[in-house]
């Protein structure tokens, strides 16, 4: 299975976690699509988990996934690049590893830097047909409405025990707790269609 008939995706991470958190479970199902994980940050400016290698973290999270390339930008906090140097960054990115697709946290978000690597597909995608997708995390809000549903309802309990696993920084947080991964996945109106667990993305631009 393909993820929208992509043949490679680029998912942007703001930090470690945010990608392994919101779509792991569709790069599972979707074998047959190469996924390139680009992690922009070792950690949001005011995360407290220094104590803690979280790339590594990531690396440990995908061991054993086929379809996933881990890359990480050289910088320590999203904050240490302007947004022409981000976009510059992100354009070359995207040219170079030759991706179909990128994939982006939501506009619509309670976290800064979501909210900021967001703003930057549009600039970097200027002259590209690479089709644009954004995915749902932890901290997008209420007033995001996704579009593309895929039901990941076999493969949950698996992810769950990864995530807590993988990422002992965050084990203290609230939506690492197992009921709360639970509740992540869920969307009323897909559990009224029989797809009780589901990872939610809108698509915003695409391209076959």
Known sequence: MKFLNSNKTLCLSPHPDDAEYSISATVEKCSDTIFEIVCLS????NDKSGAYDRKQE???YWKGYTNVNVRFADTEYIQDKSFEKWVEYLEQYVSSSKC?????PTAIDSHNDHQYINSLANPALRVSNCSLIEYRTPSTLDGWEPNYFVDVQ???DKKATQLIKAFVSQRHRIYF???HIKAFHTN????????????????IKLYS
């Open 177 to 179: 707790q197992p009921e």
């Open 188 to 203: 009323f109106q897909c559990i009224k269609k029989g797809m009780p667990f589901t990872e939610q993305f809108k698509i």
């Open 154 to 156: 076999s493969l949950l």
């Open 100 to 104: 179909d697709t990128l994939l982006v």
């Open 58 to 60: 990531c690396v440990d």
């Open 42 to 45: 070792n950690s949001g400016k």
